[in-house]
């Protein structure tokens, strides 16, 4: 079955580490999307690619970065620059741009937590 | 001002109750608008896109005002499995922005 794998669903993070969530998808998409949910607020875009190789920051990527080298995977790292890490992060993808139709599909989610 | 508002509720309706919900978007240049169902602790789910002349799926009902720049959804006949997050979206070149929700509850 298609769809979009994000791993792992639970992280936890010390200060001053950097940590890597993982998004893998098979459903040939070729836009993918990476927000954060925190309780009480609409999802927040942190980066978005159409094609490999190619991403955009959205409304607040300072203290993330993310890669785009295949079409199925598109890997979110969250540096230590990020002050308030503490959040819900949701993997997007789409066929074609945003909102072209069909919306989006979501992964499942990873919960990160600073200790 | 946020660019898409929802009432946060709770909204807590018996069973088979009708129930609405409004959504108001900032950006007249957003052209496509859907609603998605979040239940709690997971990802949102794509529960039904909204047209312009209005579009129904079962017991689902979305309109949208232009002029008003408001999107709604009802709800008729409402099931326990209805309880969630209805999160209302308006596509902007390159993005989807989502509402922060309305929380609806059936209670029994």
């Known amino acids: 079955d298609g769809g979009i794998t994000q791993s792992p669903k639970y992280l936890f993070r010390k200060e001053g580490q950097n940590v890597t969530l993982s998004c893998e998808q098979n459903?040939?998409?070729?836009?993918m999307y990476w927000y954060r949910q925190d309780p009480g607020q609409g999802l927040r875009l942190i980066y978005y690619?159409?094609?490999?190789?190619?991403?955009q920051k959205g409304d607040i990527a300072e203290g993330y970065s993310v890669s785009r080298e295949k079409k199925e995977s598109f890997p979110l790292t969250v540096t230590s620059a990020q002050k308030n890490p503490t959040a819900f992060y949701l993997c997007?993808?789409?066929?074609?741009?945003?909102?072209?139709?069909?919306?989006?599909?979501f992964g499942s989610g990873t919960r990160l937590t600073v200790v | 001002r946020k660019e898409v508002e929802q009432d946060p509720g709770p909204f807590n309706v018996p069973e088979g109750a009708t129930v609405a919900f409004n959504c108001t978007y900032s950006?007249?240049?957003?052209?496509?608008f859907f609603w998605y169902r979040q239940d709690c602790r997971k990802e949102p789910k794509l529960l039904m896109s909204?047209?312009?002349s209005g579009n129904e799926d079962g017991r689902f009902t979305a309109q949208l005002n232009r002029a008003s720049q408001y999107i709604s959804l009802l709800i008729r006949d409402s099931k326990l499995s209805d309880s969630a997050t209805y999160l209302c979206?308006?596509?902007?070149?390159?993005?989807?922005?989502f509402g922060a929700g309305t929380r609806l509850t059936v209670k029994p």
């Open positions: 997007a993808s789409s066929i074609g741009s945003a909102g072209q139709g069909s919306g989006y599909t």
């Open positions: 950006n007249s240049a957003s052209q496509s």
């Open positions: 979206v308006a596509v902007v070149p390159n993005d989807m922005r």
């Open positions: 909204v047209y312009s």
């Open positions: 690619s159409q094609i490999v190789n190619d991403f």
């Open positions: 459903l040939n998409h070729d836009a």
